[in-house]
C-alpha cells in the first residue's frame, strides 16, 4: 500500500499547473513522486522535472505549448485514503480499453499499465487520464 497524499498533492498542482497555463510547478521529492513524474514525462504530459535538494522538492517544467495545456485532460486520483480501488489484470483489460494513461501502485511500485498489453499484474489503481471510473462497476 502506498499514502495517496503526496501522490494527490501533486497530481492536484499539475493539474491547476495546466489549467493557470503555468510553465513550472513544485511538488515534494518522494520516490513516489518520482516513479509518478518518470511516467508522465515518458508519457509525454510533463517536458522534464528537476531535483533541488535544498528544499526537498521537484521542479516540474510544463509543457509550455498553449495548444497542449487547454487540451491537457485532468489527472484523476482514484484510491483515497478512505477508499482503496484494488483490480485485478482481468479486469484492466476488459474495463479499461480505450484509457490512455492507468497507473496502478503494485509489488514492482508505480507502474503505467497498457489495457491491450499483455500484463499479468494487478493491484491497487492509483491515478487514470480523465474522469474517475465508478468503483461500483468494476
Known amino acids: 500500500m502506498f499514502d495517496p497524499f503526496y501522490i494527490a498533492q501533486a497530481i492536484s498542482r499539475i493539474n491547476v499547473g495546466y489549467r493557470n497555463h503555468h510553465v513550472k510547478i513544485t511538488v515534494p521529492n518522494t520516490s513516489l513522486i518520482f516513479d509518478l513524474l518518470t511516467i508522465l514525462k515518458r508519457k509525454g504530459l510533463i517536458n522534464s522535472f528537476i531535483t533541488n535538494f535544498s528544499n526537498q522538492k521537484f521542479t516540474v517544467i510544463l509543457n509550455a505549448n498553449s495548444s497542449t495545456s487547454k487540451k491537457f485532460p485532468t489527472l484523476s486520483l482514484v484510491s483515497t485514503p478512505g477508499r ?55
Open 84 to 138: 482503496r480501488h484494488y483490480i485485478k489484470y482481468r479486469t484492466i483489460q476488459k474495463k479499461y480499453i480505450g484509457v490512455p494513461l492507468l497507473i496502478i501502485s503494485s509489488t514492482r511500485g508505480l507502474i503505467n499499465i497498457d489495457p491491450l498489453g499483455d500484463h499479468d499484474i494487478g493491484g491497487e489503481l492509483v491515478l487514470i487520464l480523465g474522469s474517475k471510473p465508478n468503483p461500483r462497476e468494476t
